[in-house]
């Protein structure tokens, strides 16, 4: 009964109903506070967990809303059964709101178990030591990678690597910026080139391989380029961590 419901509700947010099924659906949450604070709570859920949780901090702060949202429905229960052997109607329909709230949270929690690419591409600031004619380029890559504008990053670095094609700080920082807008293939060419080569920033590039593999949810795929980086790498701690979760 209740995943009949979310699939009604998933339909209506995918603009799938017959125009008699949304207008019903309408009706029904202007008419039943369960049913629409149920669907507020689902549309909530669909919107932040489908997006992998950019924002870290949110997925933790919607999550202890929603749980303290189940728990207080479920202590109100609690004493109203102390108070009374008969539980209302009313307070039926609470009852069952909470469960469904529970039931709701549990099943999107399961759905979203896997780890995300969010959870660890936590990147170092580009800090360039200046260097040749080109401080104004390096200050322009800096601050665009800073703040996340990795397009306009990727196309300075792409000016500064003409004047600098052996160095291999700034071709990782192109293959991360590669990576942020998605262009895996190409991200993926620049660390394999790196992990491969004595560089103080090999297991780094085999790092952000892994990271590559995780945006795209190839676990196994993830898993066994995490396996290669070393104990004594400064990223194996966090391929551990990634390990365990996958």
């Known amino acids: 009964m209740e995943e009949l419901r979310y699939i009604e509700f998933e339909s209506y947010l995918k603009n799938e109903l017959t125009e008699m099924e949304k207008t019903a659906f309408e009706e029904k949450l202007q008419s039943d506070a369960d049913f629409k604070q149920e669907f507020e709570i689902y549309k909530a859920l669909e919107t932040s967990l489908s997006s992998k949780f950019k924002n ?96 306009t990053a990727f196309a300075q670095l792409t000016v500064l690597e003409a004047e600098f094609p052996n160095d291999i700080e700034l071709q990782l920082y ?15 060419t620049i660390f394999d080139k790196i992990s491969t080569g004595n560089s103080a920033f090999s297991t780094k590039a085999t790092w952000y391989k892994a990271l590559s593999y995780l945006k795209q949810e190839q676990f196994e795929a993830c898993k066994n380029t995490l396996k290669t980086i070393p104990e004594s790498a400064e990223e194996y701690k966090l391929a551990i961590k990634l390990l365990r979760k996958l």
Not at 67 to 80: A, C, D, R, S, Y
Not at 114 to 131: G, K, M, Q, W
Not at 177 to 188: G, R, W
């Open 174 to 188: 192109k293959g991360i910026c590669l990576l942020e807008m998605d262009k895996f293939t190409q991200a993926e």
């Open 56 to 151: 870290e901090e949110g997925e933790k702060e919607l999550r202890k809303t929603l749980t303290n949202l189940g728990n207080q429905f479920i202590k109100e229960e609690k004493v109203i059964k102390k108070k009374s052997k008969i539980i209302s109607l009313f307070n039926y329909k609470k009852l069952m709101v909470a469960a469904s709230i529970a039931l709701l949270i549990g099943f999107f929690i399961f759905k979203n178990g896997n780890p995300v690419y969010s959870d660890f591409a936590n990147h170092t600031n580009l800090e360039f030591t200046v260097r040749g004619d080109n401080n104004q380029t390096i200050t322009k890559a800096a601050t665009a990678f800073n703040t996340k504008n990795y397009k």
